[in-house]
């Protein structure tokens, strides 16, 4: 198949560059971004088109950076866009909705970019997938590897959530506990890639294809709302690149005409205080995004060097957006929050986005006219031990297994008269 | 002080393909400039106009980033070891 790529284009010196394995310009180290022929896809694409394809990222296959008869694929994508009256309420919001990507194939949003990184990768003739990971990265490409048949290896940080580590090793592949942040495995990835030349890194030497797959974010809203923009979208920032690229997802619906025109769409951030680079310089008004080292409960963003940090601050100021960092307490109570009012359980960064939510939709930074969707990136599973030992998290009661004891833990007033033990 | 500078692919046409080179100097930004004398190109590469690292260049001295410690003016040991790493990866 032929896709509709045109070259990759570094991001800072505009220097262009074959669509191979690079991710960053050899002259300043700027980014690479995928270049398209967006005249070509316009005449290719249409809603029908898209309706009429599969029920994965894969329907939207003409704005990505790869085709391919029989994808990497294990489903990601086209994830429920569920009406959120319930939490909409509490915070005082009007039109609200939750992005629920906890129903990817391994439970978080990376499955979309890994089934476009590997599918890619692939067709380049690499024969190891690899990453560095906060964790769903890990499954994700552990998953889609073992799917595809492809050696993997991924670096993790030693000190990740049990369920992570468990869901990436039974795959098969090869996983490596670093002792250090996720910044040092990251910086270890970066320098393997050169030493690794055969190895595909999704997020390293892959990552100009990988980061792309998080524009059907975009895509998919914009079309399980009818075929129209939100006004105002809130977005985790680990490395920022999920942020930047939602802007771009939408800016190309207008582009290729499947939107009338380039949709304003406000984009806003949400990180945790513990790792907040990105929100700290919004706040200050800076382009200088300090490093920091990371102390959050919210380890899939806990990037204390985000790549796309001074992407995504341009993003947010230029839409119109805003910023904010939440405590880690704020956290576990936004879980808790989202999971009583709408029946869904997020993982650490989702309390991040909903806690963040709260704060700017009491700010007024989020406005109760605004068509709203909020992004809930990973499943609760991953990250149970945030909740340990938290108000709610355990049994309610514990008792014998008889109806006294029954009815002197459970205390129904609006229920009482369903169960009437029969006189003797 | 003697040390160890690793090249990342992107900058190894500066160095006829070598993945480490040999240097001296006593801070972080000594040990960069003496690499440009050596192998001219690095500087153009490494540095903006005000002589700051460029943005999207990382500089991890025994595996920690420079901007931690003193960026340019981190003193450094004998036998220690300079990467420059690309900062676009991950997340």
């Known amino acids: 198949m032929v896709d509709f ?62 085709h391919d008869e029989a994808p990497v694929d ?3 994508g086209f994830t429920p866009l569920v009406r959120a009256d319930r939490l909409a309420a509490e915070l005082g919001l009007g039109e609200l909705w939750i992005k629920d990507d906890t129903a990817n194939p391994t439970g978080s949003f990376k499955d979309r ?11 380049l003739g690499f024969k190891v997938a690899a990453c560095a990971s906060t964790g769903n990265l890990a499954n994700s490409v552990a998953a889609h590897a073992a799917r595809a048949g492809l050696e993997s290896v991924v670096l993790i940080p030693h000190d990740l959530e049990d369920a992570k580590v468990t869901m990436t090793a039974v795959y098969g592949g090869k996983v490596i506990a670093v002792e250090g942040t996720y910044d040092d495995v990251n910086r270890l990835c970066a320098e393997l890639t050169s030493e690794r030349p055969t190895w595909a890194f999704v997020n390293v030497n892959v990552r100009t294809y990988y980061a792309e797959g998080s524009k059907t974010l975009a895509f998919e809203i914009a079309e399980q709302l009818g075929w129209r923009a939100p006004d105002h979208v809130v977005v985790p920032i680990g490395s920022g690149s999920q942020l930047t690229k939602v802007a771009k997802g939408f ?14 769409v406000r984009i806003s951030g949400a990180q945790a205080e513990g790792c ?41 100021r230029r839409s119109g957006g805003s910023c904010a960092a939440v405590t880690d307490d704020e956290v576990v109570e936004a879980i808790g929050l989202l999971a009583r009012t709408e029946g869904i359980f997020a993982e650490t960064a989702g309390g991040v986005t909903i806690a963040t939510l709260a704060r700017l939709a009491a700010s007024g930074a989020v406005r109760r006219d605004e068509r709203v969707v909020a992004l809930v990136t990973g499943h609760g599973l991953k990250t149970v031990e945030a909740l340990r030992g938290t108000p709610g998290s355990g049994p309610t009661a514990t008792i014998a297994p008889t109806l ?10 609006h229920d009482t008269t369903i169960h009437e033990e029969p006189a003797r | 002080m003697s040390l160890t500078i690793r090249i990342p692919t992107q900058l190894r046409t500066l160095t006829g393909g070598a993945g480490e080179v040999q240097v ?5 930004g000594d040990a960069l400039k003496a690499l440009d004398s050596t192998h001219a190109g690095f500087a153009d590469r490494l540095f903006d106009e005000s002589g700051n690292l460029r943005r999207f260049v990382n500089v991890f001295l025994a595996d920690e980033d420079v901007r931690f410690l003193d960026g340019l003016s981190t003193p450094v040991e004998d036998g220690q070891t300079l990467s420059i790493v690309p900062a676009v990866a991950g997340g």
């Open chain 1, 113 to 123: 970019v890994v089934s476009v990184a590997l599918t890619k990768a692939r067709q």
């Open chain 1, 276 to 316: 907040s680079p990105v929100a700290t310089a919004f706040l200050e008004g800076t382009d200088a995004i300090r490093p920091v080292k990371p102390r959050t409960i919210a380890k899939s963003l806990a990037i204390g060097n985000p790549a796309d940090g001074w992407y995504a601050l341009e993003v947010m």
């Open chain 1, 74 to 76: 294990l489903g990601a």
């Open chain 2, 24 to 28: 001296e100097g006593a801070t972080v």
């Open chain 1, 404 to 413: 006294a004891a029954f009815d002197a833990a459970v205390d129904f007033d």
């Open chain 1, 5 to 66: 790529v045109t070259g990759l284009r570094c991001r800072e010196c505009q220097r262009a560059f074959p669509a191979e394995a690079l991710h960053v310009c050899d002259y300043c180290f700027g980014p690479l971004e995928v270049a398209y022929d967006y005249e070509r896809i316009a005449g290719a694409v249409s809603r029908q088109r898209i309706e009429a394809g599969p029920r994965s990222i894969w329907r939207y296959a003409d704005l990505l950076p790869v």
């Open chain 1, 251 to 264: 800016s190309e619906l207008g582009k290729v005409g499947l939107l009338p025109e380039e949709p304003a």
